[in-house]
T-cell receptor, first 111, second 115 residues
């Protein structure tokens, strides 16, 4: 099936650093979603994007819907220990009902 | 509290046995979904249902079956035909409104181990 290319696969950073991750596809998406998953738990929705170029914030998190509709970015500012986890992007292809998920970015923070 | 519940959290079964995973939601969502997650991979869609008494195969439906007799419930059966059933299974639900029907909300997951 359709896949999203999410990068980086993993990140090892110091507490307080900013984080950036992205998802790209060769196809056009109508919706982009960003989720965070803690170990052994279900993903939690962080940010939803519905318009090309849209920039949305949720606390220290900011996400953007790429202008080409083929990519999206998530930034975390001033990382803290509770930001540790796996971040997933998900998108809805134009004309489709289902979501397509990226493979995740595993974030590890050194105190 | 509104939410999605999955039970049990951990499930062990012998090879060759069918097993049913429970998923219940009280969010009044029309659509429900089952995903499978393997280590280091994203979520892969098994089955989804947009309305009661109707469901569609996802990308990896072979070896699985579902039913949707009630709006609140969407149980998944992992049959003995599923070659690699050991995985983390996630249930999700969403509305069917025009704008926000792609915001899927997930349950806590069930980790199935087949011995």
């Amino acid at each position: 099936g359709q896949q999203l290319n999410q990068s980086p696969q993993s990140m090892f950073i110091q507490e307080g650093e900013d984080v950036s991750m992205n998802c790209t596809s060769s196809s056009i998406f109508n919706t982009w979603l960003w989720y965070k998953q803690d170990p052994g738990e279900g993903p939690v929705l962080l940010i939803a994007l519905y318009k090309a170029g849209e920039l949305t914030s949720n606390g220290r998190l900011t996400a953007q819907f790429g202008i080409t509709r083929k990519d999206s970015f998530l930034n975390i500012s001033a990382s803290i220990p509770s930001d540790v986890g796996i971040y997933f992007c998900a998108g809805q292809l134009r004309g489709a009902q289902k979501l397509v998920f990226g493979q995740g970015t595993r974030l590890t923070i050194n105190p | 509290d509104g939410g999605i519940t999955q039970s049990p959290k951990y499930l062990f079964r012998k090879e060759g046995q069918n097993v049913t995973l429970s998923c219940e939601q009280n969010l009044n969502h029309d659509a429900m979904y089952w995903y499978r997650q393997d280590p280091g991979q994203g979520l892969r869609l098994i089955y989804y249902s947009q309305i009661v008494n109707d469901f569609q195969k996802g990308d990896i439906a072979e070896g699985y079956s579902v039913s949707r007799e009630k709006k609140e419930s969407f149980p998944l059966t992992v049959t003995s035909a599923q070659k690699n059933p050991t995985a983390f299974y996630l249930c999700a639900s969403s509305t069917r409104g025009r704008t926000y029907d792609n915001e899927q909300f997930f349950g806590p997951g069930t980790r199935l181990t087949v011995l």
